[in-house]
């Protein structure tokens, strides 16, 4: 396991803000994850899993499917071109070390590929397209947690808890491969003209937002995958009913 992001670590690492060049935003990838699936005793079974990440210092190529050197172990649920890159926000780091205080925090651990500073769940549209290094990316949906993230955090309520949280993440589409590195600037290529945001498609699968017609436009976002807008039309279908 990699060591804690200890306190002299982190202050040498700057918490970037917006710097907005309209109409460009620029933001900063703070580290590059991969890790490839192990096994590990979970509640007296054997589990494999790819939650394991670890940062790595070199470039690093992003390809359609995944980043090299990285890996998942259950293509049915995790992986696949619409999940190819998992990305989460830096600033989250400081709300879950006051949630959990007596657990380490380094970088990944959420088994994200990307750590990436300023760029919120509620700042960026499903559909929107950045570019980092070489690489063009696509965002597609916000993360859904399974029970393997608990394994990674050693406690079983994490799941709920993330969730809870609404510090999901997002993932990435690959729409152009390339390479990678920390330290690298993020462009804003261009915006989902639907401004439908990730923190949005939380709230609609959470049922915290009441909101029939921003669920009838969910339905229809070419950019969300299609279990997604079938499981929102589905919810709209009901609601019409009612």
């Known amino acids: 396991m990699p060591e804690a992001l200890g306190d002299a670590t982190r202050s040498q690492i700057p918490l970037f803000k917006y710097l907005i060049i309209d109409p460009i935003i620029l933001m900063k990838l703070i580290s590059v994850n991969v890790g490839l699936p192990r096994e590990v005793t979970w509640k007296g079974k054997t589990v494999s899993t790819g939650i394991f990440k670890e940062p790595v210092s070199d470039r690093v190529m992003v390809r359609v499917l995944n980043l ?38 380094p970088l990944g651990i959420f088994g994200e590929n990307l750590t990436i500073a300023g760029l919120r769940e509620e700042d960026v549209n499903i559909g929107d397209c950045f570019r980092i290094g070489t690489v063009k990316l696509m965002v597609t949906q916000p993360r859904l947690p399974c029970y393997k993230l608990g394994i990674r955090f050693g406690r ?87």
């Open 68 to 105: 090299d050197g990285d890996g998942q172990a259950d293509l049915t649920v995790h992986g696949g071109a619409d999940k190819a890159v998992y990305v989460y926000p830096f600033e989250h780091y400081d709300y879950w070390r006051n949630e959990l205080p007596d657990t380490e925090l």
């Open 156 to 242: 079983p309520d994490m799941v709920k808890r993330f969730l809870a949280s609404r510090r999901t993440g997002f993932y990435f589409r690959v729409l152009q491969e390339g390479e990678v590195g920390a330290g690298d600037t993020l462009e804003l290529v261009s915006r989902d003209d639907n401004n439908i945001t990730v923190a949005n498609i939380t709230q609609l699968y959470t049922r915290e937002q009441n909101n029939p017609e921003l669920l009838h436009q969910a339905a229809q976002l070419e950019a969300l995958p299609e279990n997604w807008r079938d499981y929102f039309q589905e919810q709209s279908r009901r609601q019409d009913v009612n």
